[in-house]
């Protein structure tokens, strides 16, 4: 059963502290995305990758945030410095790209709490 | 205004109950409608995607989308506790370099009370 994982599942820092988050898509997915969640904005898209090369980062703060793929199985997100606002649910989803009824499939998330 | 509305809830109903939940949008590029469900602490799954105006069947599922009205509505038919869970509208969009783009709602939180 292929899945999405994300690691650290939960990670709480102080403020100013640099933060790294890590996703392995699905063997054989070619886009890659990075979401973050929180209640008051729901889901919001941050960046996304096809081929490991990245093709829009325009909804992250582009002063403290940066995505990669080193390679083919890792995805990174990383924020520095880290802010309170910052707080919330980020998700990692990889998905194939050939077809209108190919969804992303979601990993569990990385739960962040800037204190 | 944001692309894709929908009523957050919470949604209580009693076990065995009708559930509709809704979603309306704004941008007719929006080609595609998929519903994921959200359990507590957990990714989004997909549960049922559609893509022309009409009626979806799947199980006790069925998606409603309606492009007329730019509105899709889920319902869910013998509402069991286990359904009890955030369930986001998503809207796609076809991107020749990633694929499908997906504009999520902000979801609606059901509990599904035995």
């Known amino acids: 059963d292929a899945r999405v994982t994300q690691t650290p599942r939960h990670k709480v820092t102080e403020m100013g502290q640099e933060v790294t988050m890590r996703c392995q898509p699905i063997?054989?997915?070619?886009?890659v995305f990075w979401y973050r969640q929180t209640m008051m904005q729901g889901l919001e898209l941050l960046a996304y990758f096809r081929n490991r090369a990245p093709l829009d980062d325009s909804g992250m703060p582009k002063d403290r945030f940066s995505a990669e793929m080193p390679d083919a199985t890792l995805a990174t997100l990383k924020i520095q410095p880290s802010e309170p606002r910052d707080s919330a649910v980020y998700f990692c989803a990889s998905g194939p790209s050939g077809r209108f009824t190919d969804t992303q499939y979601f990993g569990p998330g990385t739960r962040l709490t800037v204190l | 205004q944001k692309e894709v509305e929908q009523d957050p809830g919470p949604l209580s109903v009693p076990e065995g109950a009708i559930v509709s939940l809704n979603c309306t949008y704004s941008n007719s590029a929006f080609q595609y409608f998929m519903w994921y469900r959200q359990y507590s602490r957990k990714g989004p799954e997909l549960l049922m995607y559609?893509?022309?105006?009409g009626n979806k069947e799947d199980g006790r599922f069925t998606a409603q989308v309606d492009k007329s009205s730019k509105y899709i509505s889920l319902f869910i038919r013998d509402s069991q506790p286990s359904d009890s869970a955030t369930y986001l509208c998503?809207?796609?969009?076809?991107?020749?370099?990633?694929?499908?783009?997906?504009?999520f709602g902000g979801g609606t939180r059901l509990m599904v009370k035995p």
């Open positions: 559609t893509y022309s105006s």
């Open positions: 063997l054989g997915h070619n886009t």
């Open positions: 998503a809207m796609i969009e076809w991107n020749d370099n990633a694929g499908n783009m997906l504009t």
